[in-house]
T-cell receptor, first 113, second 111 residues
Framework: NAGVMQNPRHLVRRRGQEARLRCSPM?????VYWYRQLPEEGLKFMVY????????ESGMPKERFSAEFPKEGPSILRIQQVVRGDSAAYFC???????????FGPGTRLTVL | QQQVKQSPQSLIVQKGGISIINCAYE??????FPWYQQFPGKGPALLIA?????SEKKEGRFTISFNKSAKQFSLHIMDSQPGDSATYFC??????????FGKGTRLSVIA
């Protein structure tokens, strides 16, 4: 079991471009959560998804950000028209159907130039 | 209601000493309390976790103490080592809802 996988590990974008971050949950986990971590800060919840459903997106900015977890394939966090303030580490976590602590991936470090 | 308050913000401990990090919560619906360890440039790693029907859980040098009536829980690292130097986050969760994290404690263990 390879654990939670995220790619790319590092992503550099210029202002105005799009960023796509991918997360493959652990085998047997059906719940995916995305968190953002700014330098020297804690983890802020963004969005919670199950297959083909967004369960809670209360932490995700309403503009430019979107997330999906299709029936097949990884979960994707998409940031359109990136700005410098989007530079952060984005972590995905997954958990099994019965809940509990999430298992985190290694993160994607987004740098916006 | 959804906050988890963590203290101290930073901690310096001598090698071999005991590191203690405290957390407090308000929401009584929380039913699982994990601790995560994060090294620079890495993702948070689940360290140890406890449910509220247990007052203490020990795994190696790491112990969680849980006080349900006070709505507080703490992480104790016995015989702290330089390799324990990291940022520690407490969290709380109810079922499948998203984890609610404390702001983190940066631990430095000095020789």
């Amino acid at each position: 079991n390879a654990g939670v996988m995220q790619n790319p590990r590092h992503l550099v974008r210029r202002r105005g471009q799009e960023a796509r971050l991918r997360c493959s949950p652990m085998k047997g986990h059906s719940h995916v959560y995305w968190y953002r971590q700014l330098p020297e800060e804690g983890l802020k919840f963004m969005v919670y998804l199950q297959k083909e459903n967004i369960i809670d997106e209360s932490g995700m900015p309403k503009e430019r950000f979107s997330a999906e977890f299709p029936k097949e394939g990884p979960s994707i966090l998409r940031i359109q028209q990136v700005v410098r303030g989007d530079s952060a580490a984005y972590f995905c976590a997954s958990s099994p159907p019965f809940g509990g602590a999430g298992i985190f991936g290694p993160g994607t470090r987004l740098t916006v130039l | 209601q959804q906050q988890v308050k963590q203290s101290p913000q930073s901690l310096i401990v001598q090698k071999g000493g005991i590191s203690i990090i405290n957390c407090a919560y308000e929401n009584t619906a929380f039913d699982y309390f994990p601790w995560y360890q994060q090294f620079p440039g890495k993702g948070p790693a689940l360290l140890i976790a406890i449910r509220p029907d247990v007052s203490e859980k020990k795994e190696g040098r790491f112990t969680i103490s849980f006080n349900k009536s006070a709505k507080q829980f703490s992480l104790h690292i016995m015989d702290s080592q330089p390799g324990d130097s990291a940022t520690y986050f407490c969290a709380a969760v109810s079922g499948n809802t998203p984890l609610v994290f404390g702001k983190g404690t940066r631990l430095s263990v000095i020789a």
